[in-house]
Structures are given as structure tokens and as C-alpha cells.
């Protein structure tokens, strides 16, 4: 194999690749869909709000809206797990913002926008930051052309000003490039050398044949995408991954630091003193992504010393199969944010198996400055330190103070999670929550932060130290009612002090003072923006006043639903209907969209997911735009597939996802706005797996839509999903859960798309060509449309456009029909 390419294409040499049984491969131009789905899609955004320290001062941000195929064109390398330009030393694709402004929080007169003075004139800016001091904020911002790479900018808040920071470049190959430094005068930063020589050349006349061997070592992996291939793709890959660590000072300044090479990470010590930096290092794999490469990671001084190596990991090429295996030594490391600079991570007690019985299953660590020694053991914990996700997700360890920090655990094998209050002085625990991640009903949420003088983020407690203020979704019967709490430090019931109320959907998302928190309000008629809700009552005051994203155009209307499946169990959907709409004029031809989720128990599974009371805003890779053509929508169906009593949920899939199905269906009948033989089912990812399950295995559905799925599962041998049996361990359950299987049983319409370029484990593109060349040997109907330069998510404007008419098109064709449309050979 010759080495691995450079992608580069312009957008006028791009055209959208199609087959359709029974028709040649046909070569497409984008096309567009309806004017009233594209006057959606093309609606900007409305602004977000970044709010500093002392919760005085926003940071108004104004994203962009989607990006167009040239930008999705320009050079990439698609490398160890990731994708990178050449030309900016950062992502292939991001999104950025294209304005910026300040506002104040004055919540007794008001306040406007700030124009900022000085901002670059195409201004794409990503990764803002508030110094610790809230007198500044800093943002990289994309060179201007003919200029490239990724330049460091700073605002001054006091005089609105904004200004590059020197001359240096910046390198986020390998993520976010800086970070404030306590004294909130300069910042730590990745950089691409001044001296870095030319890059390496890339010949497309192989030297040898390219040779992968294992000599018996167990080393099961998922199917990752975009790995090395070749010893020309790990010297690309080592020569833009590579920066030179630095203190940058806002006069341009720039000190650089003894550490240089694949640095992942480099976090600043509380103290300004030392800086905990993560490299990757060779020898590099062919099988799994740079994260599971060689890491080294050392404290480096910031003002003169020794570098201290703390641990230097083997590369994570064994774990075992299941979402409770880590690695065997020491991982996750960070730095106790309460304190001066002191190191501390975990380590697994269990060896990292879970198939290994223990009382003790994590082990975390401490080592304090001037770090010598191996470190002393300071908490032993049941479960897995747990790893959050998402805005909600607990994170392991919020420190507090010398007495408290709240630790988060989980095993996703039962679904257990817990939550510990935490004694750093004499080690003792309280268990102030205990019960399944998937209970979003009792969660209490996680504990809110706030950030200390040295820019920690450390527990936001109460005035009088007893309680740690919370944040939570607040799932109910009612749909997601987020609120703030206050957790007692010596146990018992969390005390609301705000809930969100119909018809609002108020958002927490930080506090201004122990009794006022900044709020994102919306309702289904009112556009998002940014309120001071008071915390002991009375009405929040809106702080920001943006247009509403659709103000100028006629909107459907949207209904939250509430059915059973046909066992009882319950089930949610949002139908949605054209503007103008009325039941008297006859049931409609419907899109339903679905996405299965896994549960333990019947009542978790029956749990209302979702709020009515949000805005409805579009996103770009939404299906609900096709209500503008005329069509109701069944949107997010909850389809649970629910295993009990020690069985897998995925041992009655088939079952359980046509009993979703048929209760989606019957409950809009039931409403007298859709009609039952009119109905089209569509998802994305493993939502395409289960359009094409159900296609084949009833005949409910008059035409079926599925995006960037996966259908033969002996391509995915090591586990799908949150599936974790191996192939080997279950053939049969791979072959029925396979659509490839039932190829011959697929009658229905099917319209297959995929990003070409798809980057997520186990959606290969050659999972559609494959299916749909099965389908179209069964002589089925079945069009497959594969998009240029796409990766999992579609990210392109003009891809966004050209999909909705994509589907469009199959929905006019098959399902508006009031007669089924025949296909013949």
C-alpha cells in the first residue's frame, strides 16, 4: 500500500455518488430542498453566552452557521483516530463563531452588547477562555488568508479591545492549545516550532509491501477508523502532532519550556509553579487510536528545575472487551484543584479486568509537591472511577476544600453508580447517592463548580460550608424540569431552591451569587436567552435579548406524546405537524425517526426522556425539516430494548423494536393525523441499523431512510453498541441481529445514505455498499447516495441541502402516494 494521502479537493470538483438498482452509477450535483426546509436550514444560530469568574462580565458568541463543502475540502490527514489540516495544525473541521461581544450582568438597570474593537476581519474564533481574573479573555482565532495557522488573540475587557498576542503559532492537532495561567498575565500553550524544518514528503510509488504481525499477544479492538497504515503516515502523523510547550505573556512574550514532542495535554499546577504535561511517544500502532499509544507524563517546572517523570504507559493494546476495562497502571491523571500543586491519579486495584472479582476496583493516588517518591494511596473505591459525559455527567473528582470533594463511580455492567462525599484529611467517605445511571427520575444531578482565584474549578458550597450546590436535568413524569439544589455535606435530602415550571424550559447553568443563578429560558414560542433567575423566588430577569432564530417564519406545531407499548411499558414521541394543520383534513403520510437505547429495567426504560417546552430548533442534521414539505413527524420514539433478570437486552431485540415501532404508529393513528398506511421510518447510525431491522422483519412501513449504519455485525466482531459479547461468544446473535441476513426478506423502498469519509467505529462505508449491493442482487428497491469528504455526522451545507432533498425525493415517491408506487425489474 502506498502511503496514506493527502485529501484534498475543491468544491467545484465534488459531485455526489449514487447508485440505484437497476441504473448505472450516476454522477449528482447537490441539489436543494423546498424552499420551506431550506429556509430552516439556513436560519443562524442564536448567540451563546460565556460568563467570566466573577460573574460580572459574558462573552456574547455568535456561531457560525455550517460550514460550506470548500471548507469541508480543504487539506486533511486522516490519521491515528483523528483528522487534521496541514495548513492550520488543527482540526480538519470545527465549528467557530464569527462575532464576539461583551455584555455585563447588571441585573438591577440592564445592560447591551459591547462591540469589541480590533477583532480580525473574518473573524473564526474557537476555544475562548476567561483569564482567572475575568480582565481578559482569550480565543484562537484561524489566520486571515493568504496567512495560515492558528493564531493566539486576547480581549481586553476594560477598554473592549482585542489584539494577537505576538507572533506565535499554535497547534491543536492533538486538542485545545492553551490555558491561563493563575496569575492571569500569561498562558500556557502548545506551539508549532519556528524551527520546525519541512514536513515530510509523501511518494505514491510504494518502497515494500507494508507488513502488520502478531505473535500471539490477545489484543481485541473495535473497528476504529482513519489508523496508520504505513511508516510515511506515523511520520506525517509525529510531525504535525508535534509542539513545543511555552508561556506566552500578553505582550507576545514567549518563554519556552523544557517539553517538546506529541503533547496531548498540558494543565497549569493551582500554584502557576509547575505543569502537568501528557506526550504521546513510538511506537506508534496500526490498530487503535493515538489514545491508546505510548503516554508519558511529567511535571515540567515553569520557572527552572528538574522535569519529574511520573509514569511512562506501555501502549493500551490488551483490554478486554466491556466498558468497565481500563488500563493496569496508573491513568487519568490531573491535579488536586484546591490545593498549591499536588499530583493525583488511579489506579486500577482489579488489575483493570472487571471479569476479576474485588472489593476494591479503583485505587486513587496522591503525590504532592516536590513530587518524590510513588505517591500514597488516599481513597479506595468500589466501582470505576467514573468518566462523565455531557453537561450532566458526573466527572470523578470535584475537590472542595482540606474536608470535602465529591467522587463519582460507576459499573456499566449493572448500570450501578454512585456518589461519595469525600474527606481528603482523614479519608473517610458518606455515601450521599447510590443508584442506577439509568434512573434519570432520582438522579440528584452533579455538583455545580466555581472558579477559585488560581482558575480551579473547585465545589461551589454554601455560605455556611454544610451543603454543595447541584445541577440537574430533572427528569420527571412531566419531562426534564431542570433545577438547583442544595446537597447537605453530612447527608440526606437534596433541598431545591429553583425548578424550571411550564410552559418554560429553564436552563441553570451557573451561579451569580449564592442566591442568584444565570439561566437559559425558552418555551415552544419563545427563542433562548439568558436570565437572572432569583433562587428564593420571584420572576428571573433577562439579561440578553436575541432575535428568535425563526421570529419571520410560519412554524409547525409540535405535541408531546405518551403511549405504551403493547407488554406496558412506556413510551414517548414528539409529533410534530404542518403549519395551518387540522385533523379534519384527513390523516397525513408520516416520517417516523427512532434511535434504540439499551436498559436493565422496565422501569427506567419507561422514564420520560425530553422536555415540550423547548424552542424548536432545528439541527443540521435533523429529519423534523420535512414537516415543512407536508408530512407529520414521529420524532425521537423511544424504542427501549430491555433485558431483566439476567437477560441481555439485545436477546429479544427484534421483538422489542417492532413493538416500539407498532406503538409509535398506533398511537398517531389513534390521533387521527397519521396515516397508518402511509408511514416511512428513518435513523442515523444505529438508527439506520434499526430502519433496516424493522424493513425486514415487518411490513408496516411503506419506504425506509438510513444514514451512516451498520449491517452486517460480523464486521464489528468485537461488540456493537453497548453490546459486549464477542462474536465468537454469540454467532447466531450477530447473525439475527444482522438486516444483511434478511437481505432477501427487504421489500420495501429503502434509500441508503453514507459519508465516504466516516469516522466512527464500526460504520464503515463498505457496510452500505455491501447491504446495498445484497439488496440490490434480491432485487430489491434500494438507491444508495454516498457524500463526498463526509465523516459520521454530516457537516457540509451544501451535503445538509442535498440530503433533506435526497429524502424529500424517496418520501414523494413512496409514501405520499395514497397507492403503494410498484417497482419492477
Known sequence: MAAMKLYALTAMTIGLTLHSAGLAQTALPYQKPPAGI????????????????????????????????????????????????????????ERYDVALQLQGVDIANGSTPKPIIGLPAKLKAVDALWSPDSKHAAFVAHAT??????????????????????????????????AWLPDSTSLLCKTVS????????????????????????????????????????????????????????????????????????????????????????????????????????????????????????????????????????????????????????????????????????????????????SGTGILDLPMRLARGFGPAAPRGIEWGNDHLAIVSVARFSDRKSMMLAFDPSTGKTKTIYSGSSQDRYHSPGRPMTTMNASGQPVLKLTPDGQGVYFVSPGASAKGDQPFVAVMPVGGGEEKILFR????YYDDPLSLLSDSTA??????QTMSPNYFAASLTGGD??????????????????????????????????????????????????????????????????????GSPNHYPVFAGGSHVYLVQAGYAILDSATIPIIGEGGKEPNDTYVEQLVAGAKAAIDEGVSLGVVDRNRVAVMGHSYG?????????????FRAGI??????????????????????????????????????????????LLHGEADDNTGTYPIQSERFYAALKGQGATVRLVFLPLEPHAYGALETKQHVLWEINRWMETYVKPMRPVVTGK
Open 38 to 93: 431550506e429556509q430552516l436550514l439556513e436560519a443562524p444560530p442564536t448567540p451563546t453566552v460565556r460568563l467570566s469568574p466573577d460573574g460580572k462580565m459574558m462573552l456574547v458568541e455568535q456561531p457560525a452557521t455550517f460550514p460550506t463543502i470548500a471548507d469541508v475540502a480543504q487539506p486533511r490527514y486522516r490519521l491515528a483516530g483523528i483528522r487534521f489540516n496541514p495548513s492550520s495544525n488543527g482540526p480538519s473541521v
Open 145 to 178: 488568508p493568504p496567512a495560515t495557522g492558528l493564531e493566539l488573540w486576547v480581549i481586553d475587557v476594560a477598554t473592549a479591545h482585542a489584539h494577537r498576542v505576538g507572533l506565535v503559532k499554535l497547534n491543536a492537532v492533538l486538542g485545545s492549545p492553551c
Open 194 to 373: 519556528a524551527t520546525r524544518g519541512p514536513a515530510p514528503k509523501v511518494s505514491d510509488i510504494p518502497v515494500g509491501p507494508d507488513v502488520e504481525e502478531s505473535l500471539g499477544k490477545v489484543s481485541p479492538a473495535p473497528t476504529y477508523e482513519d489508523m496508520l497504515k504505513t511508516t510515511s503516515d506515523e511520520n506525517i502523523f509525529e510531525y504535525y502532532s508535534t509542539s513545543e510547550l511555552a508561556v506566552v505573556s500578553l505582550t507576545g512574550a514567549v518563554k519556552p519550556l523544557p517539553a517538546k514532542g506529541l503533547i496531548e495535554r498540558a494543565v497549569p499546577s493551582p500554584d502557576g509553579k509547575y505543569a502537568l504535561v501528557a506526550t504521546v511517544h513510538r511506537p506508534f500502532s496500526y490498530t487503535f487510536p493515538y489514545e491508546r499509544f505510548p503516554l508519558k507524563t511529567e511535571v515540567v517546572p515553569l520557572k527552572g528545575g528538574a522535569v519529574k517523570l511520573l509514569t511512562d504507559r506501555p501502549a493500551v493494546d490488551n483490554l478486554p472487551i466491556s466498558r468497565d476495562a481500563v488500563e493496569a497502571g496508573p491513568r487519568d491523571y490531573q491535579w488536586r484543584s484546591d490545593v498549591p500543586a499536588t499530583v493525583v491519579w488511579v489506579e486500577a486495584a482489579d488489575g483493570g479486568d472487571p471479569s476479576k472479582k474485588a472489593a476494591i476496583v479503583d485505587k486513587v493516588m496522591a503525590l504532592p509537591a516536590p513530587f518524590g517518591g
Open 500 to 503: 424550571s415550571a411550564d410552559p
Open 518 to 523: 444565570l439561566i437559559r429560558r425558552e418555551s
Open 540 to 609: 428571573p430577569v433577562q439579561l440578553t435579548h436575541f432575535a428568535g432564530r425563526y421570529d419571520k417564519i410560519k412554524m409547525p406545531t409540535r405535541q408531546f406524546l405518551k403511549y405504551k407499548r403493547a407488554d406496558g411499558v412506556d413510551l414517548t414521541a414528539t409529533l410534530w405537524l404542518p403549519a395551518g394543520y387540522d385533523k379534519s383534513q384527513g390523516p397525513l403520510p408520516t416520517l417516523m425517526e427512532a434511535y434504540p437505547a439499551e436498559f436493565t429495567s422496565r422501569a427506567n426504560a419507561s422514564q420520560v426522556s
Open 688 to 700: 439506520a441499523f434499526m430502519t433496516a431491522n424493522l424493513l425486514a422483519h415487518t411490513d408496516i
Open 706 to 751: 438510513a444514514e451512516s449504519g451498520a449491517y452486517n455485525r460480523s464486521l464489528t466482531p468485537y461488540g456493537f453498541q453497548n453490546e459486549e459479547r464477542t462474536y465468537w461468544q454469540d454467532p447466531k446473535l450477530y447473525f439475527d441481529m444482522s438486516p444483511f441476513s434478511y437481505a432477501d426478506k427487504i421489500k420495501t423502498p429503502i434509500l
